[in-house]
């Protein structure tokens, strides 16, 4: 009994060893992955409580930049970032840096600009840059127990946008547009190419139209006018001081007709001036310096002899610009005048004394041009911006010692294209660039005219035609592009003598252009020549350029984008400019736009305060003269 006892307590203890055995290898087993699963339980909790006060840290800051964007725009634009939210003074705006209020998390915030396509889609590369939305990301990371991050992605945009739109065919009517251009309603309003014609001035034929004039006067000065023309004697005394010519352009070739002329026995007209139905004439009478004439009826009426006092001397040149007429006389004086309405009164503005006389005179972009019969100097500026004050803007010498002949200015006032008398070794006819009034410049060397001794100078299409005394008498320039490209003399070497020509205006009437001469020939003293841009008597012309007028915010703003509605089939085109301006004047439309102002379109700096702003459009039918490309409409975006 004894001994079986003792073998089953043996066994017993056997068995428990075992069992021992068993439960730690089962432990070294099952701990390790229960104790890791405990921990990961215990760490997955304060993960997720972190994720959870970082939402709640991105939430706040998107907040706070909400509250910047609707208060203060500029401040989201101007942020330096990295950058986290604070409040400054009062109100929240962005520091650069991290936020240090901040110990178990990191916030920052990342503004970027933002691009859009053309249909204003946000891309990621290329496209335009939209100054009204800025991409904002708010990230907050932390490093324990996992190092981690929440990042939130907004596109906050600018909450107070206007828009101008340009549309209507009264609103293109207020912009500025030569012939080359036409405003037409077929669809409420469009700007198209203007008729082309089928003639070139780069290949002029003969006359197509001339008039002999009553009377022995010799006549010096012409300007055109719409139907009619401004004829003006000046070689002497003993004829007509005026011809009222009137010209039927509803038939092809035009009909001229001297509809009645005007004379002051004795007098004799150095230039005339006209418009609409007013012809202004500057005499060498000095108790009538200016005499304004009448001539909607066929015989001219005499509204007025305007006597500048003190002055005791004639009359050179005159002008008229918005009712502004200004004139040069032989003392080295120009005036200015504040004509009535009806044209019987005038009251002087201002007077400015001239380093020489003045030649001739043209008006433009509230500047008055001089050609000086002087020969240093022979370009003087005057600035008539201020309606009392005359003040001198800038002078420019040719270089090539004759005096000063004829101008014709751009309607930008950025361009003059003047004529000195010939010179016998050097050239006589000059680009100068005028967007800087007080230093105006030459372009490039010039022109020589050869024998042509200069008398007048007008541009049309892109075409300056000078005519003066000396075979070759009629001569055309290409200057697109500020170039002296001859297209034209007439006579040619092998051709007969023409008789001298004394001045010219230049015309677009209808779908036909024309330059009106007067010339040295007693029977045809009047002749118009047609020209055009080419292309077989094409439906449109080659180009044109429409500047609008100028649209005025209200207030300093901040310009966002530019957009249109065109059609330009294949081979026409369409090229658009922007100028942005601040107002520095009394109003918007007194402000003086340079070429240097404007921009294209896709490179304006949005953004840039300011009030004023206009566009420019080139239109080309660049080779088919049978298309034309049509502006819509445009709209300018902008935030107050």
């Not at 009359?315 to 004139?327: A, E, I, M, Q």
């Not at 330059?515 to 002749?527: G, K, M, R």
Request: overall charge negative.
């Amino acid at each position: 009994m004894l001994t079986k006892q003792r073998g089953h307590a043996c066994r017993q203890a056997g068995f428990s060893i075992i069992e021992l055995l068993i439960t730690i290898g089962l432990a070294a087993v099952l701990l390790p992955a229960l104790l890791t699963g405990f921990v990961a339980a215990r760490g997955g909790r304060a993960q997720q409580d972190q994720r959870i006060q970082a939402t709640f840290l991105v939430e706040g800051a998107q907040e706070a930049i909400r509250e910047i964007k609707d208060s203060n725009w500029s401040s989201l634009v101007d942020a330096i970032c990295p950058c986290y939210p604070a409040i400054i003074g009062s109100t929240w705006g962005l520091q650069s840096g991290t936020d240090p209020t901040l110990e178990d998390f990191e916030r920052v915030i990342l503004v970027e600009d933002v691009f859009r396509d053309a249909d204003g889609n946000i891309v990621t590369t290329g496209g335009i840059n939209d100054p009204s939305t800025k991409k904002v990301t708010t990230t907050v990371s932390w490093g324990s127990p996992i190092p981690s991050n929440v990042s939130e992605v907004e596109y906050l945009t600018r909450t107070t946008n206007e828009a101008y739109i340009e549309t209507a065919e009264s609103q293109f009517l207020q912009g500025t547009f030569g012939p080359t251009i036409a405003i037409i309603n077929n669809l409420g309003g469009e700007v198209i190419l203007g008729p082309g014609g089928g003639a070139d001035w780069c290949s002029p034929g003969n006359p197509t139209a001339k008039l002999d004039l009553t009377g022995n006067g010799e006549t010096r000065t012409v300007v055109a006018g719409v139907n009619r023309a401004f004829v003006s004697s000046g070689g002497n005394n003993a004829g007509r001081d005026f011809w009222n010519v009137t010209i039927d352009n509803i038939v092809f070739p035009p009909i001229p007709t001297e509809a009645g002329t005007y004379d002051q026995n004795g007098v004799k007209v150095n230039q005339v001036f006209g418009e609409s139905h007013f012809a202004y004439l500057a005499t060498d009478k000095n108790d009538r310096e200016v005499v304004i004439l009448d001539v909607s009826n066929s015989t001219p009426e005499l509204l007025l002899n305007l006597d500048i006092q003190p002055n005791n001397t004639n009359g050179k040149s005159v002008f008229v610009s918005n009712d502004y007429l200004f004139v040069t006389t032989g003392d080295k004086k120009l005036y200015r005048y504040l004509l009535a309405s009806d044209r019987k009164s005038a009251q002087q503005k201002g007077s400015f004394n001239l380093s020489a006389n003045g030649n001739a005179i043209y008006v433009s972009n509230n500047y008055v041009f001089i050609a000086m019969d002087s020969s240093l100097n022979q370009l003087q500026i005057i600035n008539a911006n201020d309606p009392n004050i005359l003040q001198t803007a800038g002078s420019l010498s040719t270089g090539n010692n004759e005096v000063g002949q004829g101008l014709f200015v751009s309607t930008s006032g950025d361009r003059v294209y003047f004529v000195t008398r010939r010179s016998s070794s050097q050239e006589e006819f000059f680009i100068i660039n005028t967007e800087n009034k007080s230093t105006p410049t030459k372009i490039g060397t010039g022109y020589d005219t050869a024998a042509m001794d200069p008398q007048g100078i007008t541009v049309i299409d892109n075409r300056a035609i000078i005519v003066g005394l000396n075979r070759p008498q009629y001569q055309v320039i290409r200057v697109d592009g500020d170039d002296y490209n001859q297209c034209a003399i007439v006579p040619k070497a092998s051709d007969p003598d023409i008789d001298d020509i004394y001045n010219v205006s230049s015309i677009r009437i209808d779908e036909h252009t024309y330059s009106y001469i007067v010339t040295a020939n007693s029977n045809f003293e009047f002749q118009i020549i047609e020209g055009g841009t080419g292309g077989g008597g094409g439906l449109y012309a080659a180009s044109g350029v429409f500047e609008s007028q100028v649209f005025d915010t209200g207030s300093d703003v901040v310009f966002n984008s530019f957009t249109f509605t065109k059609n330009s089939p294949d081979p026409t085109n369409i090229d658009f400019l922007v100028a942005l301006k601040p107002l520095t004047t009394g109003s918007c439309s007194s402000e003086t736009f340079l070429s240097s102002d404007f921009y294209p379109y896709d490179g304006v700096p949005f953004g840039t305060n300011g009030r004023c702003f206009k566009y420019r459009v080139t239109l080309s039918s660049n080779g088919d003269f049978s298309l034309t490309p049509t502006l819509f409409d445009i709209t300018f975006n902008y935030s107050l």
